[in-house]
């Protein structure tokens, strides 16, 4: 929804994604930030009237993120529990969407005077298997499944070993894998062979480019990821979900110029599988 979305307002967005041919979004965290906590609940039924009028299939939801990813991971019990309450509130948005997927990021830690990093590493992996097990059993009970997004950060949950460390751990068919093309691709890595790893695991995706060393959010074939490759590996993968774009419109480009990039990657990429 990037693509259009705040240019657009949210109706004109989802007519024109349905003038497309499109049948399936991502509501973004940015759909909802800007609201006061008590007002997110209204602006989420607010969404869902509006989709009503629509065919799209609103088929995943990026949670909240930032701070509360540091507070998750908080050596106070208390701000820990608290931040945990606050995304738990996603799942039960997610429900009230009709959303099946919440797009989640793992807990970060921050540096600690007292512990070296080894020691970090240790304990945020212990919290964050704590963190998922309690949320897949909220997302067990309103039907929603919850996908942890491999993370741009060069640290834990970057790589697909460490989400596949987190699935085995977790061991619930309410958990599974968001895979970001572009997070995969600022840290170097293959973005098909990640595909491949983590094929059992995949329940959402996130589809851009970059340049290799930033965040940049671009469409497919606008950066150096190689797409004939990781269009390949979902092909052979056999997951069945939905490919979602998450890639900005530059500034100055209109919606009308942003629609034709739709279009026109969307052709390619269905001609590839």
Not at 178 to 190: I, Q, R, Y
Not at 231 to 245: D, R
Request: proline letters at 4%; one cysteine or more; aromatic letters at 10%.
């Amino acid at each position: 929804m990037w693509v259009l979305y705040p240019k657009l307002g949210l109706e004109a967005t989802l007519e024109i994604f349905e003038e497309l041919g499109l049948r399936y979004l991502e509501y973004p965290y940015e759909l909802f930030r800007d609201f006061e906590p008590e007002g997110v609940r209204a602006r989420v039924s607010e969404v869902a009237g509006i989709a009503e009028s629509f065919n799209l299939v609103p088929y995943q939801l990026h949670a909240e993120y930032g701070d509360v990813c540091f507070e998750l991971a908080s050596l106070d019990e208390g701000v820990r529990s608290s931040a945990f309450a606050r995304i738990a509130r996603w799942v039960e948005y997610a429900a009230e969407l009709g959303v099946k997927v919440l797009v989640v990021h793992a807990a970060f830690p921050k540096p600690l005077l007292e512990a070296s990093y080894d020691k970090v590493v240790e304990r945020i992996i212990e919290i964050d298997v704590a963190y998922l097990r309690d949320l897949s059993r909220v997302g067990e009970d309103h039907g929603v499944v919850i996908a942890v997004e491999n993370c741009v950060e060069p640290w834990f949950c970057s790589s697909p070993a460490d989400l596949l460390l987190l699935m085995e751990r977790v061991s619930s068919d309410h958990v599974g894998v968001c895979l970001d093309t572009g997070h995969l691709n600022v840290n170097g890595l293959d973005v098909g062979g990640a595909v491949r790893v983590l094929a059992s695991h995949l329940v959402a995706t996130h589809l851009h480019d970059n340049d290799g060393r930033r965040d940049l959010h671009l469409p497919p074939l606008s950066g150096c990821i190689d797409w004939r490759g990781v269009m390949k590996a979902f092909s052979e993968s056999g997951y069945k979900g939905p490919l979602i774009y998450e890639f900005s419109s530059p500034e100055g480009q209109s919606a009308r110029n942003a629609v034709e990039v739709i279009k026109l990657v969307t052709w390619y990429l269905r001609g590839l599988v």
